[in-house]
Structures are given as structure tokens and as C-alpha cells.
T-cell receptor, first 111, second 112 residues
Framework: RKEVEQDPGPFNVPEGATVAFNCTYSNSASQSFFWYRQDCRKEPKLLMSVYSSGNEDGRFTAQLNRASQYISLLIRDSKLSDSATYLC????????????FGTGTRLKVLA | EPEVTQTPSHQVTQMGQEVILRCVPI?????FYWYRQILGQKVEFLVS????????KSEIFDDQFSVERPDGSNFTLKIRSTKLEDSAMYFCASNQGLDGYTFGSGTRLTVV
């Protein structure tokens, strides 16, 4: 099983749609979870941390399911500017600050 | 908003040459990292650095690679003898521990 696994997409959705991405991770000792956004040929930018209780930031909601070892990202009311690759990031395990990146899920929001 | 700065933005070098990629992490961050991304592939961990020493490194980070924090602000990645397969985007990042990284805008390294 890959350390961090994501559906590469692309997900093509119309403006205003709701879209959800999932990510699974293999190490049950992982403690830190994030979603990053990466635009073409740019650096990854932190979108949000993912907490056990779930968290929301405007149109974005992140959830963590430790029992099943997956995290999710929900985007409501998609905008054209949401088009990007969304990277799932998980720390390697306890006692390490090394983060493992998934391959990313491409989102295209269509007018 | 504080940022991580990287120079140069693009470097072209001949195979076998040495390159030094430079980074200035965020000033109050304690942990520094180098990652790379080959075009079309995922972001891969190279090395982490804390308290003036390497804390972890990946299999990619072999004897051709080294890192330094020569002063209180710069953090450098040196590739001693570049190979064609070293062509990639190299990202520097920093954080305070288990929080998210802040990445620099990257150095695109092209080995010819």
C-alpha cells in the first residue's frame, strides 16, 4: 500500500458545484495531516490542516477518519480559481517531522 | 506575511558541475527542509535539518548532496556532480515543528 494515496483525477466540475476528494494513508502512527494546493509549476501552498474533530474554512471542509486512515476535503460552491492540484500531506509517523506528499488530485472548475 | 525565499529561480548547469541552491527560511522557524519535484511527478522529501544538523534524509539524498546553514539566515543545498536525472524543481520549506510547511517558490534546475 502506498504511504499516501490519492485519485489523480482530473475532476471536471461546473462552477458552483460541490466536490470531494479522499486520501488514504498507510501509517497508523501519523499525527499531522494537511491539504495543500499546487498551481501549475508553482510551490505547494498550505490550504488547511486537518484535525480529528474536522475543520472548516469558508467553502472548504476537511475531515479525518483515523480508524479507516483517510482524510477528505470538501469544496462547496466551486470557483474557477479553485482549479489546481490538491495535495494530501501526512507526516511519516510519530517522532518525525518528515511529511509525505500524495501525487495530488487535479481539479478543473468549468465555466 | 513571512515567506521563504529561494534563489536562483532557474539554474541551467552542465552534467558533472556543482550547483548550490539557496534558501532563506522564515526567521523564527526551527526546522528546514528540501524537497524536489520532477516534472509531472509528486513532491519528494530529500532532507530535514534541525539544530544545525541533518535530522532525516531520504534515499535520494546520497553522497552527492549536502546541506548547510552557513549563517543565521541561509540554508543551502549543494549537488556536487549533477546528473541529468537531477533536473527538477527544488523546494525549500520551513516550519516550527508539527505545523504545516511554508514553501519557497522553488528553483528549477535543468541539467544538460
Amino acid at each position: 500500500r502506498k504511504e499516501v494515496e490519492q485519485d489523480p483525477g482530473p475532476f471536471n466540475v461546473p462552477e458552483g458545484a460541490t466536490v470531494a476528494f479522499n486520501c488514504t494513508y498507510s501509517n497508523s502512527a501519523s499525527q499531522s495531516f494537511f491539504w495543500y494546493r499546487q498551481d501549475c509549476r508553482k510551490e505547494p501552498k498550505l490550504l488547511m490542516s486537518v484535525y480529528s474533530s474536522g475543520n472548516e474554512d469558508g467553502r472548504f471542509t476537511a475531515q479525518l477518519n483515523r480508524a479507516s486512515q483517510y482524510i477528505s476535503l470538501l469544496i462547496r460552491d466551486s470557483k474557477l480559481s479553485d482549479s489546481a492540484t490538491y495535495l494530501c500531506v501526512v507526516n511519516k509517523g510519530s517522532g518525525t517531522y518528515k511529511y509525505i506528499f500524495g501525487t495530488g488530485t487535479r481539479l478543473k472548475v468549468l465555466a | 506575511e513571512p515567506e521563504v525565499t529561494q534563489t536562483p529561480s532557474h539554474q541551467v548547469t552542465q552534467m558533472g558541475q556543482e550547483v548550490i541552491l539557496r534558501c532563506v527560511p522564515i526567521s523564527n522557524h526551527l526546522y528546514f527542509y528540501w524537497y524536489r519535484q520532477i516534472l509531472g511527478q509528486k513532491v519528494e522529501f530529500l532532507v530535514s535539518f534541525y539544530n544545525n544538523e541533518i535530522s532525516e534524509k531520504s534515499e535520494i539524498f546520497d553522497d552527492q548532496f549536502s546541506v548547510e546553514r552557513p549563517d543565521g539566515s541561509n540554508f543551502t543545498l549543494k549537488i556536487r556532480s549533477t546528473k541529468l536525472e537531477d533536473s527538477a524543481m527544488y523546494f525549500c520549506a520551513s516550519n516550527q515543528g508539527l505545523d504545516g510547511y511554508t514553501f519557497g517558490s522553488g528553483t528549477r534546475l535543468t541539467v544538460v
